[in-house]
């Protein structure tokens, strides 16, 4: 993510949300890992705007690489030639935009951590990603036609849940006023990890903006927060896995808010956590922006 003041916030994502500074290489970006293997989970990058700098998608090999590469142009997106990877594990990689103009690298041969395991309390790493779209249907159709997701849950004309392995959904999309990014998940082990992530999080004065509760589609179990610098972040454990037998179930009609938390525990948003999941607007990424 991009955002004023962005490198002087390791000590939220450290000592509150319970990541760990990878490391502070060039001087207007921070990056960090989870407790799981992949080699970093989310970055901060020192800039003017609030904005999505990148969403990093993995395919197992470089021949994948090479195949969704053509199955884009076949769709008349516009990759990028495939390039060096500047993120931690390396590997190789390029850049396409979604319709909306959001910044997507695609990556293969990144390599991954050896010595990982989960810590109680604590994010193994990214979850899924969550996009405000005006134009729910195009974008969904660009990642499932472009990138080859699948519909695993609609809420109505609300939102869509997309998936790109067993997971129940990776990336989510709801119909917003404008193009922006509504939130990022990062999995815990266990429901009693993100119990231990809520209380470090109040212990060290963000309280969370948006549950416990337990989301209708997924069945996991969620909680959101702020950020200093506005950006939604949220716990989740126990997502529904294996998506691969029967058709894709579609939720009923109704209110994203409403609908999402089946304990009836966390209720609707509040007014306040509306206004933060609609995020900020956000122009169309350029290189070198």
């Not at 058709?247 to 089946?262: E, F, K, Q, R, Y």
Request: a negative charge; proline letters at 7%; hydrophobic letters at 35%.
């Amino acid at each position: 993510m991009r955002a004023p003041q962005a490198i002087t916030q390791a000590d939220f994502y450290e000592d509150c949300f319970g990541l760990q500074l990878l490391q502070q290489g060039e001087s207007d970006r921070l990056l960090f890992q989870g407790s799981g293997r992949e080699a970093f989970c989310y970055g901060l990058v020192e800039g003017r705007e609030f904005r999505l700098e990148a969403a990093v998608f993995g395919v197992p090999d470089v021949g994948a690489l090479e195949s969704l590469r053509r199955r884009l142009l076949a769709v008349n997106a516009e990759p990028g030639e495939i390039r060096d990877s500047e993120y931690p594990g390396g590997g190789v990689g390029f850049d396409v935009t979604d319709p909306e103009g959001r910044h997507l690298f695609i990556t293969a041969g990144d390599a991954v951590r050896s010595n990982h395991g989960d810590l109680p309390g604590r994010p193994r790493g990214l979850s899924h990603v969550a996009f405000n779209t005006e134009c729910l249907d195009r974008t969904a159709n660009f990642f499932i036609e472009g990138l080859g997701f699948s519909v695993t849950d609609r809420i109505g004309t609300e939102a869509v849940y997309l998936r790109c392995c067993d997971q129940h959904h990776t990336v989510v999309l709801v119909q917003s006023q404008y193009p922006s990014t509504r939130s990022v998940a990062f999995e815990v082990p266990s429901i009693d990890s993100l119990m231990r992530g809520i209380g470090r999080m109040k212990v060290g004065g963000h309280p969370p903006l948006w549950g416990p509760g337990r989301q209708s589609a997924g069945m996991n179990t969620f909680a959101y927060f702020v950020s200093p610098s506005g950006f939604v972040l949220e716990y989740v454990s126990d997502m529904d896995r294996d998506q691969s037998a029967g058709a894709p179930p579609v939720a009923a009609g109704g209110d994203h808010g409403t609908l999402i938390d089946i304990w009836s525990m966390a209720g609707s948003p509040s007014p306040a956590a509306r206004l933060a999941l609609a995020g900020r607007p956000e122009a169309p990424w350029k290189a070198g922006r």
